[in-house]
Structures are given as C-alpha cells and as structure tokens.
C-alpha cells in the first residue's frame, strides 16, 4: 500500500501563492490515481484537485479551477498542488489522498480515497 505525506503549507497573505507536496512510499505508486481534498473547521472534507495515475486527465473543484493546478512526477513518486491567488476562503487543512480502484475519471467522494496523508495547514490573512 501507499503511504503520503504532505508539506508546503504555512502561513501567507491573500493573493500570495504557495505550493504543496505530497511525498509517496510504497510500490507502484504510478497505478494510482491522486487528488488533494482540504477541510476547514466545522466542515465537511473537499475536493480540491485530482490527477489519473498517469497524469493526462486533472480536475479541479470549482472554487479553485483557473487558480490551482495538480501536477505530478511518478519518477520521484510525488504530486504537487501550485495554488495561485489564495484567499481567506482558502484557509484549510490539505490533505493528499490516493485511490487505485476507479478506472475511469477521478473520484470526488473523499469515501474513494482509502490512503491519506496526515494534513498541511495552509492559512491565508487579509
């Protein structure tokens, strides 16, 4: 199984941009899908951004489209999440998530996802 990590998150201004990673271990991390879910205080877990194993198909939520982009490099067995524009609407845990069952599309149900990493806060002041 695949084991994630994040990092990248910190504290920034609005309209700053930051980047997040998601470090991966464990065997054919290149077979599985991935996306970035973010939850703020008192709600629920939600999709942000998703990639397919092979990188050729993203989505993205529609609060962050046009602003965040998904990336990956399955050499270094990493994903990435630039996030450009940032707002207080913004502020949240991220977490990376992985899942290799779905073999069409990208799931946007955090129920999918069976692999987690542990969470990055990214926090945005005005």
């Known amino acids: 199984q695949v084991q994630l990590e994040e990092s990248g998150g910190g504290l920034v201004q609005a309209g700053d941009s930051l980047r997040l990673s998601c470090a991966a271990s464990?065997?054919?991390?290149?077979?599985?899908?991935v996306a970035w879910f973010r939850q703020a205080p008192g709600t629920e877990r939600k999709f942000v951004a998703g990639s397919r194993w092979s990188g050729g198909f993203m989505e993205y939520g529609d609060s962050v489209k046009s602003r965040f982009t998904i990336s990956r490099d399955n050499a270094k067995n990493a994903v990435y999440l630039t996030m450009n524009g940032l707002d207080r609407g913004d502020t949240a845990v991220y977490y990376c998530?992985?899942?290799?069952?779905?073999?069409?599309?990208?799931?946007?149900?955090?129920?999918?996802?069976?692999?987690w990493g542990p969470g990055t806060q990214v926090t945005v002041s005005s």
């Open positions: 998530a992985a899942e290799a069952r779905n073999t069409y599309g990208i799931p946007k149900s955090p129920w999918e996802y069976p692999y």
């Open positions: 464990g065997p054919a991390f290149d077979k599985y899908n």
